[in-house]
Nanobody
């Protein structure tokens, strides 16, 4: 499965962005999809994940209230809407696919980047103050 992330850019603090990640295969609908981010000099961190049918989502505490993850299985695409952007949101954002599912697993599992099987190339988000 190839994942193509897009939608990043330079935005002022307080603004919004919608990131997209499109998968190359129809098997996308059988994968839970996650977003991670990596800021300069920092480790990659979990942002959000959505189950295969979109019925359940989990968010990192740092983005709750500002971020929405959604998916359109007909378009093989997952979205990450980020509102009220802050300079600390500056990072490269990566989408990732988990083929085993996450519903029966705990937070330790789906927040771990090693639980994901396929990764996109990343899209850069820069938030100016």
């Amino acid at each position: 499965v190839q994942l193509q992330a897009s939608g990043g850019g330079l935005v002022q603090a307080g603004g919004s962005l919608r990131l997209s990640c499109t998968a190359s295969r129809r098997s996308f609908s059988r994968s839970a999809m996650g977003w991670f981010r990596q800021a300069p000099g920092k480790e990659r961190e979990f942002v959000a994940v959505i189950t295969r049918n979109g019925g359940t989502t989990y968010l990192a505490d740092s983005v709750k209230g500002r971020v929405t993850i959604s998916r359109d299985n007909a378009r093989n695409t997952v979205y990450l809407q980020i509102n009220s952007l802050k300079p600390e949101d500056t990072a490269v954002y990566y989408c990732a696919a988990n083929v085993r599912g996450i519903l029966t697993s705990g937070r330790t599992y789906y927040t771990n980047s090693q639980s994901y099987d396929y990764w996109g190339q990343g899209t850069k988000v820069t938030v100016s103050s």
